[in-house]
């Protein structure tokens, strides 16, 4: 009796290590999977700025060319 007391206890005992390695897993994957959305969302927001600033540039460009003094034609 006393050795299947102990076998039970030792299951017992690794079934709780087993249980609490799952729940770390899922807690885990939870955390991992919010990051990734969280650098996904920061990367596409760089991505948006980046475009934006180039096309600002572009329009000054274009802005300045239009400023840019041309020489009178002669008629």
Excluded at 6 to 14: Q, R
Excluded at 21 to 34: D, G, Q, V, W, Y
């Amino acid at each position: 009796i006393l050795d299947i007391d102990a076998l039970f206890s030792e299951a017992k005992h690794y079934h709780n290590k087993l249980v609490n390695i799952r729940n770390e897993m899922m807690m885990l994957h939870e955390k991992t999977s919010k990051l990734k959305k969280r650098a996904l969302k920061l990367q596409q927001k760089r991505q948006k700025e980046e475009l934006e600033r180039e096309q600002q540039r572009e329009k000054e460009l274009e802005r300045e060319k239009q400023l840019t003094a041309k020489p009178a034609r002669r008629t």
